[in-house]
């Protein structure tokens, strides 16, 4: 089998290198290296079933020979890096999909689109639900990220229906551990960042907002499983332990086990207030569900940034 995975550098990514190469696939990682990293990679380019194509997604992409799978994973993913690249990620999301969809189509290929819970925006519903159509502010400055990602779901439905490529939709919520950017905005490496080096830890608003956090594995394994189904709507992959951002602060707080200050912040514009799959289908579908605990995740991923700051 030869899968091809863009965005194979960066955070989830380089993890479905690993997965897929461990499956006995010949996988060709295709970057751009805007925000992933071939420090993610460095370890799997021993392996003779492994290339990297340093390559911007949003132009044409030809690969030689036949394709089994194409894993569209490329898009900076973080708010500091959208914001940052507006354009980029406008583009990958609509040409970069486009592209991928062209060369799963040529080569008879499946393919799956990594899509996220930033399509639902700050919900009216709760928790969400794949049949959920979102609350997004599409001129608002997260509106980058949302609608390349909407845009991207709808063009790969329209592949679907119009070309029949073998397409899925994987909604991912916020997922976390090892080979995280410490500087990537999210809220797992900001906290644990500041926590190790004794700084006061950044609350936006006064921390009542929520999200569910999915470490990386469980995810990856949901992947797997979705690309070998036969179902072509969005599906839901996170853990659905919801827990507050003040709360989740405390407890990488404790983990540290530094006595640090909490400071508090204005909310971003758009922030979703709360966040917390659905994860029937998933479950229903799959198989699936997250097996690793928050304790163990986030004991893994602090292990992890200890070696970095």
């Known amino acids: 089998m030869r899968t091809v995975i863009t965005g194979g550098a960066g955070f989830v990514g380089s993890h479905l290198c690993e997965r897929f190469l461990a499956e006995g696939h010949e996988v060709i990682c295709v970057d751009n290296l805007i925000t992933g990293s071939t420090a993610n990679i460095e370890p799997l380019?021993?392996?003779?079933?492994?290339?990297?194509?340093?390559?911007?997604?949003s132009k044409p992409l030809e690969i030689d020979g036949p394709v089994d799978n194409v894993l569209h994973f490329a898009s900076p993913a973080s708010p500091v890096d959208y914001l940052q690249h507006p354009i980029q990620t406008l583009k990958v999301g609509s040409l970069?999909?486009?592209?991928?969809?062209?060369?799963?189509?040529?080569?008879?290929?499946?393919?799956?689109l990594a899509s996220t819970s930033e399509v639902y925006g700050d919900p009216n519903v709760h928790p969400q639900r794949e049949d959920y159509w979102g609350n997004v502010n599409p001129i608002g400055v997260r509106g980058c990220y949302d609608e390349a990602k909407r845009f991207a779901e709808a063009i790969t439905m329209a592949y679907y229906r119009y070309h029949g490529v073998k397409s899925h939709i994987v909604r991912i919520f916020n997922t976390y551990g090892p080979k995280m950017r410490l500087n990537d905005g999210r809220v797992v490496p900001n906290l644990m960042a500041q926590a190790l080096r004794g700084e006061a830890m950044t609350i936006y608003g006064d921390g009542?907002?929520?999200?569910?956090?999915?470490?990386?594995?469980?995810?990856?394994?949901?992947?797997?499983?979705?690309?070998?189904?036969?179902?072509?709507?969005?599906?839901?992959?996170?853990?659905?332990?919801?827990?507050?951002?003040?709360?989740?602060?405390?407890?990488?707080?404790?983990?540290?086990?530094?006595?640090?200050?909490?400071?508090?912040?204005?909310?971003?514009?758009?922030?979703?207030?709360?966040?917390?799959?659905?994860?029937?289908?998933?479950?229903?579908?799959?198989?699936?569900?997250?097996?690793i605990d928050r304790v163990e995740g986030m004991r893994r991923t602090m292990e992890y940034f200890r070696t970095k700051v």
Not at 271 to 279: A, E, H, L, N, S
């Open 45 to 57: 380019r021993a392996n003779k079933c492994f290339s990297f194509l340093q390559h911007d997604i």
């Open 96 to 112: 970069g999909t486009h592209n991928t969809l062209g060369l799963a189509k040529l080569k008879s290929s499946r393919f799956l």
């Open 208 to 291: 009542s907002q929520t999200r569910s956090f999915c470490f990386v594995s469980d995810l990856v394994e949901g992947i797997y499983r979705l690309l070998q189904a036969d179902f072509h709507e969005p599906v839901n992959l996170g853990n659905p332990n919801e827990v507050s951002i003040l709360d989740f602060a405390r407890e990488i707080q404790k983990l540290a086990d530094r006595p640090v200050k909490f400071e508090f912040q204005p909310l971003p514009q758009d922030d979703p207030k709360v966040r917390r799959p659905d994860i029937t289908r998933a479950r229903t579908l799959l198989g699936w569900e997250p097996k």
